[in-house]
């Protein structure tokens, strides 16, 4: 199963670096999970990129209807009691910042459920606290 950290779906919609590689892995496997705040910070990529100016308005309500239709096919996963425990023992664990915690925490979630879970990242310091934590960086 993949858990898609917000990191690894701006590229699905915006053109980066590493775009052809993750949407090779979304070809593979195009079943995801992503955490509660995925969209709030999808919008919050887009709007940054607008408000720099390499959006337009129009592009970016087109990218957040994009992003909404990719993670309608997608599980949510919810915050619930665990996964702010977890992202509380992250946070002393690591050097993570609160999204990036709580966005990790949801994916140790989902490995309590899955026999394993490929966490989808594309940041440095969030793809090293996953990767101790035992979750596989296909991304890497």
Known sequence: MKFWDTSAVVPLLVTEARTPAVFERLRADPVGTYS???????????ARREREGSLTPDLTADLER????????????????????????????????????????????VSLEADTVEFMTLDDRLSDAAWREGLLLPLG
């Open 66 to 109: 994009r992003a909404e239709r990719l993670l309608s096919s997608w599980a949510q996963i919810e915050l619930s009691d665990r996964v702010r425990k977890t992202a509380r023992r992250l946070l002393h664990a690591y050097p993570l910042r609160s999204a990036d915690a709580l966005q990790l925490a949801s994916a140790i979630a």
């Open 36 to 46: 509660w705040l995925t969209p709030t910070e999808l919008t919050s990529a887009l």
